[in-house]
């Protein structure tokens, strides 16, 4: 078992920045993978950034070298995202992706305007 909070979103202008951090309540599980995804009201949720559990790092085409994904410590998850654009408005949720069952996050709202 393993919980997760999400911290750091917020309102900003659209290329603006902003890291979000998700704490996790024990280390990452190292068969995991771990990822942010996000979801906009009416949509279905969408993969933003991942680690596989093999270290692979992949990301959305839409967020390609704009958002950067991190694991700082062992169990704090970053997203550092930069040249933010009003579509990257969403509530963002973090996620830890095991073959037994899949944990997440609460989330925090990210809201971009012009």
């Known amino acids: 078992q393993i919980q997760l909070v999400e911290s750091g979103g917020g309102s900003v202008q659209a290329g603006g920045s902003l890291k979000l951090s998700c704490v996790a309540s024990r280390s990452f599980f190292n068969n995991c993978g771990m990822g942010w995804y996000r979801q906009v009201p009416g949509k279905a949720r969408e993969m933003v950034a991942k680690?596989?559990?093999?270290?692979?790092v992949s990301y959305a085409d839409s967020v390609k070298g704009r958002f950067t994904i991190s694991q700082s410590n062992a169990n704090t998850l970053i997203l550092q995202m930069s040249s933010l654009k009003i579509e990257d408005t969403a509530r963002y949720y973090c996620?830890?992706?095991?073959?037994?069952?899949?944990?997440w996050g609460q989330g925090t709202q990210v809201t971009v305007s012009s």
């Open positions: 996620a830890v992706l095991c073959n037994w069952m899949d944990y």
């Open positions: 680690i596989s559990s093999e270290d692979i």
